[in-house]
């Protein structure tokens, strides 16, 4: 599991070993996602492609709602503490998940 950013990867010192991390994120069967911002969207196609509606959607998941006022119990409501992911399983399939 690797549980960093693309730009992450980028602080590395040796270029060797900035492609050594691309190519784990390249070659691994599930890639999750959650919130990112913008900035990191291009370095994420670089290992993974996604469409402009998926990168709309993480960047969208990066920034919180303000404070929701509804009841606990209303069916709309998110819990605290709760984030959306994305996966992609190999190269064909997508799905989100909460």
Request: charged share 25%; glycine share 8%; hydrophobic share 40%.
């Amino acid at each position: 599991m690797i549980s960093h950013t693309m730009a992450d990867l980028e602080a590395l010192a040796d270029e060797h070993d900035r492609k050594k991390a691309r190519g784990f994120v390249e070659r691994a069967g599930l890639v999750m996602l959650g919130g990112l911002p913008e900035a990191e969207m291009g370095l994420i196609n670089q290992a993974v492609r996604l469409s402009a509606a998926e990168e709309n959607m993480l960047v969208n998941w990066s920034t919180p709602p303000s404070w929701d006022p509804r009841p606990a119990a209303s069916p709309n409501r998110r819990a605290a503490g709760s984030s959306w992911s994305r996966s992609a399983a190999g190269r064909a399939s997508r799905y989100a998940s909460r």
